[in-house]
T-cell receptor, first 113, second 112 residues
């Protein structure tokens, strides 16, 4: 079945460092890909998404490009801030109505000043 | 704008007790979902409802039942709680399965 694999955490960075969180997927058809973020004590919220190959999703300085040839959707940010400390989840959804989001296990990011 | 509302936010149960987690959305979404979040396991789908009147099992349905009461409400019931069901439960909704999902704030359930 469909699945998402993302890099294990935690990831610990200093402020202004470059961030990459790797995400690869296995899916049939043409899934949509998402990054969600969870701040402490809160639910998940959408960070960015891409719905077809070569699309780039971006938001709040974060970017991810849908790479069908490598089945990847890596999250990047050029300069992280302390406020970016959170848990990041990569997810996919099938291309059929009636499917549900499938999540990776999450990567905890901790940014220090 | 309430979005997705879950009740209760916290609950402690004794083994064998039953309870129902409530979820309501005000975005007129067709699809609703229940996930559980455990350390190191990410979010795992328990049940989902692609549209009013339908429900389907997810990855970890054992020990749970659901009811799609109407388009707005989707409840999750634990008939006989077990310590393995200690978790944080999230309800979510979306227009359809391949669009953005909106999440509630979660219910932290402890079974002792």
């Amino acid at each position: 079945g469909d699945s998402v694999t993302q890099m294990e955490g935690p990831v610990t960075l200093s402020e202004e460092a470059f961030l990459t969180i790797n995400c690869t997927y296995t899916a049939t058809g043409y899934p949509s890909l998402f990054w969600y973020v969870q701040y402490p004590g809160e639910g998940l919220q959408l960070l960015l998404k891409a719905t077809k190959a070569d699309d780039k999703g971006s938001n709040k300085g974060f970017e991810a490009t849908y790479r069908k040839e490598t089945t990847s959707f890596h999250l990047e940010k050029g300069s992280v801030q302390v406020s970016d400390s959170a848990v990041y989840f990569c997810a996919l959804s099938g291309d059929q109505a009636g499917t549900a989001l499938i999540f990776g296990k999450g990567t905890t990011l901790s940014v220090s000043s | 704008n309430a979005g997705v509302t879950q009740t209760p936010k916290f609950q402690v149960l004794k083994t064998g007790q039953s309870m129902t987690l409530q979820c309501a959305q005000d975005m007129n979404h067709n699809s609703m979902y229940w996930y559980r979040q455990d350390p190191g396991m990410g979010l795992r789908l328990i049940y989902y409802s692609a549209s009013e009147g339908t429900t389907d099992k997810g990855e970890v349905p054992n020990g749970y039942n659901v009811s799609r009461l109407n388009k707005r409400e989707f409840s999750l019931r634990l008939e006989s709680a077990a310590p393995s069901q200690t978790s944080v439960y999230f309800c979510a909704s979306s227009d359809r399965g391949d669009t953005e999902a909106f999440f509630g704030q979660g219910t932290r359930l402890t079974v002792v």
